[in-house]
Each structure stands twice: as C-alpha cells, then as structure tokens.
C-alpha cells in the first residue's frame, strides 16, 4: 500500500523556503489557515505529503476541506470486490484484465504502441455489476479506488463542481495508480443542450475533460472509468475520451444460478437441487445482478416468516426451526420482486454496442 507518513506527527504547514515556483501561493493557501483546520483534514493533508515533505504542486492551490472531502468521502481505501464476486461478464472481465490492469500493473511494457487507453466506459442497464467491476479492477491492480457519482457533481456541490473535479484528478495523481469511477457519467457529459444547461454546468463538463486530456497525454497512471445506463446521451467529444466502451448486459442464466448459489451459501443456507435452481432461472429471465440479490433476499424470508407464523416469537426462535430455503420461497418472492429493466430498453443498448461499443 501507501505509506502513510507521519500520520501521527505534528501538521507541518506546506510553507516551501526556497521560494520557488508556487511556493508563494501555497502560503498563502495552505499556511494562512492552518490553525483553522481541523485534525481530519490535518491528517488527510499530511497522508498526501511528498517524500520531501512538501505538498505537491497539483494540490497547492486546492482548498484543504475540499481534499479532505475527496481523501474521505470519494476515496475507497478497501473496495473489497474480487474478480470472484462477479457472475459471468467473462467476456468484459477479459478485456479489462488486458486493456487495465496489465497496464496499471506493468506501465513499462504498455507504453508506445502498447500504451492504453485512459478511458473506459461501461454501459448497460442498472444493476449488471459495472460499479462491482470498477472496484475489483481497483483491487486487482493494487490501485487506489475514486467513486463519485456525476449527479452530486451537479446537484449536492453546485456551485462548486469544478473545484471538486480538479481536488478529485489532483489527490488521484498523488495516490497512483488510480482509478477513478464516474458513475452516471452521463449527467457530466450529456450532449443534450437543455435549457437547463447553465454556464456552470458547462463549465463543470470543461473542466473535466481537461482534467482527463491532462492525464491522456502525460504518463500518470490513471484511469477513468464511467458508468452510465443512458449511453445514448453522450456526447461525440465523451465517446472520444472514452476509448473502450464495454456493454455489460443482464446476466445469463448461468450467472443467475451463480448469484443464487454464492448469496445463499454465504449464509449456510443453500440446499437446492439442481432441478429448483434451473427452475428459478427460467422463471427470472430478464433480471438484473441486483434484481437476483433482492429476490434472494426476499426468498431467504419465507423459512422466517413461515416460523414465526407457527407461534414462535422471534426472540426465542432458534436457527433448528426454520427449515432451509426452497423453491416455493422463490415463487412467492418473485410475486415481490419484479425486474426492473424492460426488454424496450435492452433493445436500446444492443443498438448502441452495435454502433459504438468495443468488441474486443
Ligand atoms: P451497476 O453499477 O451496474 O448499476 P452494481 O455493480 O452496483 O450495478 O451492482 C449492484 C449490486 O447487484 C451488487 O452489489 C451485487 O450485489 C449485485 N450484482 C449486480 N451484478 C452482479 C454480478 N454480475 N455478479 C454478482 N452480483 C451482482
């Protein structure tokens, strides 16, 4: 991992002595307000301090909260998702491998000819697994993890976007490699031009594209990666800077059966057969990664419910009397939980992979 230096030492105000290029803004910055920061942002600050003990120079002119808010909120020390906890999408899985996270692994070996794409975006409908794939490449090539949502851009920091932006690509460049997930990505890089599109949204969109050109032409290792589900809205200039556009549909039956299987034996309670479980493949055609949790989750009630119906209270109820989870408890589960992405627009994104998506 990063060393973190010095995260129990004293604040050292980034105050540069010799007087060099930026040293004038960074007191100014940094050193003025330093007794009115507090220890969180103390120690956010400390943790992205050069071995000389220095601020570094992309973050000198940055507010300390607004580094603070990227290192704690948008910054995931622990994404915690294995190539493993992912059903199916080999076929997605085996381009990022090449196109990512050998790389982010080797930059020596993918420069020149080999040198990568810095941008990826992943479409299809919601609940497919394109955040639990930004998260396992983060962990499998030993990168740090950014996760920020384009609508908070827009609606949570108003005003404020573009300083944000330029704390977010400036803290991921002290903590490389990186990869940065723009979820609904859309929202930052629609090509709509509503009348709701103000000069500050305008502006935020700029500044990002920027941002991304910035880290395009140099040698940074970092990544991009944005998610959307209305692919249909970005723009030309978005397709450019998003080299590889990978379509991550609904999961196959197989993937199903393997979501089924995996959320259940986590808690000791898969007895299945073989039988039942194609039997509830065939029955949730058309559901999303995150349809088959909640369905799980509503199934695993039924042995529950059907205990307590018996007269045990809850508080006495033991693990003995609930039998194991059944078919039955799917069916009625699935009168609960409905799929939530519609065949019209899976027709739309098959559309869009057909004219703009990577097939390799
Ligand atoms: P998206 O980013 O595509 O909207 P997520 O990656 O956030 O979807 O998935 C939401 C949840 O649904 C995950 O936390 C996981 O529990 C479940 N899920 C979705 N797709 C898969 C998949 N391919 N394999 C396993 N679980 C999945």
């Given at each position: ?191 709509r031009k ?94 999303s990664g ?5 369905l799980v ?64």
């Amino acid at each position: 991992g990063f060393s973190r230096r010095g995260i129990r030492s004293n604040f050292v105000p980034p105050i540069r002595s010799n007087g060099s290029n930026g040293g004038h803004t960074t007191s100014r910055s940094l050193g003025k307000c330093d007794d009115a920061l507090d220890d969180t942002t103390k120690r956010c600050l400390e943790m992205l301090y050069g071995p000389d003990g220095e601020l570094p120079e992309k973050l000198r002119n940055l507010e300390p909260r607004l580094i603070e808010h990227v290192s704690n909120e948008i910054m995931d020390r622990d994404p915690n998702v294995r190539w493993d906890d992912i059903a199916g999408l080999e076929h997605a899985k085996k381009c990022v491998t090449e196109m990512v996270i050998w790389p982010l692994l080797r930059p020596d070996i993918f420069k020149g000819c080999r040198s990568p794409g810095r941008g990826l975006l992943l479409f299809g409908p919601p609940g497919t697994g394109k955040t639990m794939i930004g998260k396992a490449i983060a962990g499998e090539a030993k990168a740090t993890f950014f996760y920020i949502s384009a609508s908070s851009l827009t609606s949570k920091w108003i005003g404020e976007g573009e300083k944000l932006v330029r704390a977010l690509f400036g803290v991921a460049s002290c903590r490389q490699p990186a990869v940065i997930f723009v979820d609904e990505i859309d929202s930052l890089l629609s090509q709509r031009k509503s009348e709701g599109e103000h000069e500050s949204s305008r502006r935020l969109k700029t500044q990002f594209l920027i941002e991304m050109e910035g880290f395009d032409s140099g040698n940074e290792q970092i990544l991009l990666i944005g998610a959307t589900n209305r692919p249909q809205e970005l723009d030309e200039a978005a397709r450019r800077r998003l080299t590889k556009r990978l379509y991550i549909p609904l999961p196959s039956s197989e993937a199903r059966a393997w979501i089924i299987r995996n959320l259940l034996e986590k808690d000791g309670l898969f007895k299945l057969s073989k039988e039942d479980t194609d039997a509830i493949c065939k029955l949730t055609e058309g559901y999303s990664g995150s349809d088959m949790k909640n369905l799980v989750k509503d199934a695993s009630m039924g042995p529950l419910r059907e205990a307590l119906k018996q007269g045990i209270q809850i508080t006495n109820l033991k693990k003995e009397d609930m039998r194991s989870v059944t078919l039955q408890d799917f069916e009625s589960a699935l009168q609960e939980v409905r799929p939530s992405v519609s065949l019209n627009e899976l027709g739309t994104y098959e559309e869009w992979n057909k004219q703009f998506g990577s097939l390799s």
